[in-house]
């Protein structure tokens, strides 16, 4: 009788004990998680136009860019209009970057310092535009909290610099959508002091998967100064030409 009586106070703890190791397999890997979510931004390669907006309290200009990616690394963007911008261009290979002038017709080695200045006066950096890999590799990151937003999991990641790693940031914090789409980045100045947020917007098939068509860079502390992307055209591909990411090919793109 005495083990039939004390059965109860044991089948409780175990009970407890693995609801809480399969609410803790339920939770995924951060580190995974963001990797992930990169590649499904990134794709194996991509080819886009993109309508970026540069939005000021009392003043507001547009550009159009055709860009290029592959893999993590590489990529190439250029503009294509208002004419007198026509043919300014930035490539970034592996760790390395340049921009082309067509008025001066001169090429620029820039150093790792530039990587993190302003892109054409907006509010993403050469980096943010070239969707940097830095996140990946100068980064460790730990799982925050979970919400449910319109029905899906949004999973909300801590990334701090890995110690010596050459970053910029002194956190960033990401909100993940279960289906690996980014929501939100926040960027964090070394004293953990917000400086600048990004958020996507108008989700929708693009190219046979699901993509923010709009992403939107502002201050983080001023919601009426922002650089707006919107995509109008994507095209996702397996593999392009490592000839399309040349110095040549930044004077000349899609040649």
Do not use: C
């Amino acid at each position: 009788m005495a083990l039939k009586s004390g059965t109860p106070s044991l089948i409780f703890p175990v009970i407890f004990l693995a609801a809480a190791a399969i609410a803790h397999a339920e939770q995924p890997d951060p580190a995974a998680l963001v990797n992930d979510a990169f590649d499904y931004r990134r794709g194996k390669a991509s080819v886009s136009t993109v309508r970026m907006t540069i939005h000021r309290p009392d003043w507001e200009r547009s550009m159009t860019i055709k860009a290029w990616t592959k893999g993590t690394t590489d990529s190439l963007f250029t503009i294509l209009e208002p004419p007198r911008d026509r043919g300014n261009g930035t490539l970034k290979k592996g760790g390395e970057m340049w921009t082309f002038n067509p008025k001066v017709n001169r090429v620029i080695k820039l150093p790792p310092s530039m990587m993190s200045q302003s892109w054409m006066g907006s509010d993403f950096s050469n980096n943010d535009l070239a969707k940097s890999d830095s996140l990946l590799h100068d980064y460790t990151h730990a799982l925050e909290g979970v919400e449910t937003r319109d029905g899906k999991k949004v999973y909300t990641i801590k990334s701090m610099p890995k110690p010596g790693a050459p970053v910029v940031w002194g956190m960033q914090t990401l909100k993940i959508r279960e289906d690996l789409i980014f929501l939100e980045e926040v960027f964090f100045d070394e004293d953990l002091e917000p400086v600048k947020v990004m958020e996507t917007m108008d989700i929708r098939m693009m190219d046979g998967k699901l993509f923010p068509k709009v992403w939107r860079m502002r201050k983080a502390d001023v919601e009426d100064e922002y650089t707006e992307l919107n995509y109008r055209e994507l095209e996702f591909r397996d593999d392009l030409p490592d000839r399309l990411f040349t110095v040549s090919a930044l004077r000349n793109p899609g040649r």
